[in-house]
């Protein structure tokens, strides 16, 4: 969408004013070319983004540039994560409004949002659901770090929701924060009929490994490229090894976690966005040792194969 085009559709709408001045555009335009990743003129390779909160306020004032960063960055698709009954709504949504970027969404109720849901949710997501850009059930798992959600509650959602999935035979996307052990033991006594999928994993090795064991994909985000030793991204980069080639993707849980690597600060965004996916993808290649172009092959390999995504440009197929 361009700037006039989303000029005229905030008119309709009754709200001009949550449209960037050109300037401030072009302000916007020049920090991100600066923190795009450097290919040295080479194309960069095709992408897909598995996670990103689109629904965020902070993107309410330039999505279409979002997208069309994303374009030349070579994200080839995006998936928009559903965290409860209005966001998975809304995410369907905006699959519609930009019908010329592949966008999918996952429908689902994520643990901070569990004590808000009600007898109507299920159903609704359910809804949701069959539409032809749904790809998941989620995002929703377990989390007992924060426990916005009493734990209880938590539980009870995670496991409607994997009936759901079952019901579907869609993917599901799952949360999990120091709750690992549990979301194992309910995923053993509710054994899934289509991919799992860990979003944004941050857990130990053994409870990386019993995942693995349980025929479970892992996310990669950002976090991997932050710098600050207490938040153990060194010890993220050495379980990279630990997943096989067919169960690993990429993802920027954007506007979250800014990929630190991007040096100097001055020019890493405040919120991140799916054109800097390439940096997670540079900080997973240098982990694994291999080159970014076979990284980038078989993790998009993965996503297409999982949510069904299919892009123009020929990627090699993974069994």
């Known amino acids: 969408m361009t700037y006039e085009q989303l000029l005229e559709f905030s008119r309709q709408h009754g709200n001009p004013s949550a449209v960037p001045k050109p300037r401030e555009k072009r302000v916007k335009e020049a920090i991100h070319s600066k923190a795009w990743f450097d290919y040295e003129g080479a194309p960069p390779p095709p992408l897909i983004d598995i996670g990103i909160n689109f629904i965020d306020p902070t993107f309410n004032r330039d999505r279409g540039d979002v997208l069309e960063r994303a374009r030349k960055a ?37 643990p901070h949002r569990a004590k808000d849901a009600d007898d109507l949710t299920l159903l609704k997501l359910g809804e949701l659901a069959r539409h032809e850009c749904c ?76 995942f693995l064991d349980m025929g479970l994909y892992i996310g990669i985000t950002g976090w991997i490229c932050d710098d600050r030793p207490a938040r153990g991204a060194a010890a993220l980069a050495e379980m990279l090894q630990q997943i096989p080639d067919d169960k690993l993707m990429l993802e920027t849980d954007a506007p979250y976690l800014t990929p630190r690597t991007i040096k100097p600060s001055r020019i890493r965004p405040k919120r991140n966005e799916p054109c800097l996916l390439p940096h997670v993808l540079k900080q997973v290649a240098t982990a694994l040792g291999e080159p970014m172009e076979q990284v980038a092959q078989r993790t998009t390999a993965n996503a297409m194969r999982v949510f069904g995504i299919q892009l123009d440009e020929p990627t090699q197929t993974l069994v």
């Open 74 to 110: 070579g994200v080839k698709a995006i998936i928009l994560t559903g965290c409860d009954l209005r966001s998975s709504y809304d995410a369907m949504k905006l699959t519609e409004r930009f019908p010329d970027y592949p966008l999918y969404f996952s429908a689902g109720v994520h």
């Open 135 to 210: 790809v998941a059930i989620g995002e929703c798992g377990l989390d007992f770090k924060r426990n916005y959600s009493p734990p209880d509650v938590q539980e009870h959602w995670f496991q409607l929701q994997i009936g759901l999935a079952c019901e579907l035979q869609k993917p599901l996307f799952m949360h999990c924060r120091e709750a690992g052990e549990r979301v194992a033991a309910i995923l053993a006594q509710q054994p899934l009929r289509a991919p799992g999928v860990i979003h944004c994993f941050t857990g130990k090795p053994a409870e990386l490994q019993a």
